[in-house]
């Protein structure tokens, strides 16, 4: 039975790069040896997108998180290539991954446009908190936004990173819940527990490795120069506002449309629709 690299160069023929996601060495290998017939085009770049340089490929595209959703994990690497200045829009780039568990099982051959680039990269690669951080409390926001408050939608504000900063730029609403815990927003109860406080007005304040910091935070950060869209709120305006003051990253579950939104520098980067997760 013929393997996938017995095909792959008719698949990246014409292609201006191959980004190969977490390759084992023996596929890198075949893929790039001429015994594969990978490399159809020595002009053609192949790029590694991996938590870890383990073949030595140059170049190369770190990825923080290895990101269930295969189509999240190729907008990170064509972002990161983008960054790199490896890829350009208007690029074909063929995305070797693996949709289920072991090596490489599939091909996705994408055009590079402006609907490619979501920020997901600068996200996680420019954010101060730990990029596993960054996607909990993604996580946490999703499911929130799926299955809402008692069946109401509900919103919420999460403050990710650079916390002693945040909390001397905002007030306290009501009684810290998490003042002398330990909770870290990867704990199995903590859905629960956010579920539950989201209720309540305030933000959530979340250290760079993950620890509640607070919880019924009001944000007083300057708003001047925040870049959001139009039609958004006072939750989603304080949210980039904070990140505009802070190096944090906020991370917002709208009420009124049920999307979520991440912010950094003051600007928005991600919107992801829970119901589409």
Same mark, same amino acid.
């Given at each position: 039975?013929?393997?996938?690299?017995?095909?792959?160069?008719?698949?990246?023929?014409?292609?201006?790069?191959?980004?190969?996601?977490?390759?084992?060495?023996?596929?890198?290998?075949?893929?790039?040896?001429?015994?594969?017939?990978?490399?159809?085009?020595?002009?053609?770049?192949?790029?590694?997108?991996?938590?870890?340089?383990?073949?030595?490929?140059?170049?190369?595209?770190?990825?923080?998180?290895?990101?269930?959703?295969?189509?999240?994990?190729? =907008?990170?690497?064509?972002?990161?290539?983008? #960054?790199?200045?490896? *890829?350009?829009? &208007? !690029?074909?780039? @063929?995305? $070797?991954?693996?949709?289920?568990?072991?090596?490489?099982?599939?091909?996705?051959?994408?055009?590079?446009?402006?609907?490619?680039?979501?920020?997901?990269?600068?996200?996680?690669?420019?954010?101060?908190?730990?990029?596993?951080?960054?996607?909990?409390?993604?996580?946490?926001?999703?499911?929130?936004?799926?299955?809402?408050?008692?069946?109401?939608?509900?919103?919420?504000?999460?403050?990710?990173?650079?916390?002693?900063?945040?909390?001397?730029?905002? =007030?306290?609403?009501?009684?810290?819940?998490? #003042?002398?815990?330990? *909770?870290?927003? &990867? !704990?199995?109860? @903590?859905? $629960?527990?956010?579920?539950?406080?989201?209720?309540?007005?305030?933000?959530?304040?979340?250290?760079?490795?993950?620890?509640?910091?607070?919880?019924?935070?009001?944000?007083?950060?300057?708003?001047?120069?925040?870049?959001?869209?139009?039609?958004?709120?006072?939750?989603?305006?304080?949210?980039?506002?904070?990140?505009?003051?802070?190096?944090?990253?906020?991370?917002?579950?709208?009420?009124?449309?049920?999307?979520?939104?991440?912010?950094?520098?003051? =600007?928005?980067?991600?919107?992801?629709?829970? #119901?589409?997760?």
């Amino acid at each position: 039975m013929a393997s996938l690299t017995d095909h792959l160069s008719e698949l990246v023929e014409d292609a201006d790069a191959v980004l190969l996601f977490s390759p084992t060495a023996s596929f890198h290998d075949r893929f790039t040896g001429d015994e594969a017939g990978g490399r159809s085009d020595e002009r053609t770049d192949i790029v590694v997108v991996a938590p870890d340089n383990d073949v030595d490929a140059d170049p190369f595209v770190e990825l923080p998180i290895p990101f269930r959703d295969v189509r999240d994990r190729i =907008r990170f690497g064509v972002e990161g290539s983008m #960054e790199a200045d490896l *890829v350009a829009e &208007g !690029d074909e780039v @063929v995305c $070797v991954v693996s949709v289920f568990e072991g090596e490489s099982d599939a091909v996705i051959r994408v055009t590079v446009d402006e609907t490619v680039h979501t920020g997901i990269y600068d996200l996680f690669v420019e954010s101060r908190a730990d990029p596993g951080v960054i996607r909990d409390v993604l996580e946490v926001a999703i499911e929130l936004g799926k299955k809402g408050q008692k069946g109401k939608p509900v919103g919420a504000l999460f403050v990710v990173g650079d916390a002693g900063k945040v909390m001397n730029k905002s =007030r306290s609403l009501s009684y810290n819940p998490f #003042e002398k815990s330990h *909770v870290h927003v &990867g !704990d199995p109860i @903590v859905n $629960v527990m956010l579920k539950e406080f989201s209720r309540l007005d305030g933000a959530f304040v979340i250290s760079d490795s993950g620890k509640i910091v607070s919880a019924y935070r009001y944000l007083e950060p300057a708003a001047e120069g925040v870049d959001i869209p139009k039609g958004l709120g006072a939750r989603h305006m304080a949210g980039g506002a904070i990140t505009q003051d802070t190096n944090a990253t906020a991370i917002v579950l709208s009420e009124s449309d049920g999307l979520v939104r991440a912010f950094k520098g003051g =600007r928005l980067v991600l919107e992801i629709d829970p #119901e589409e997760y």
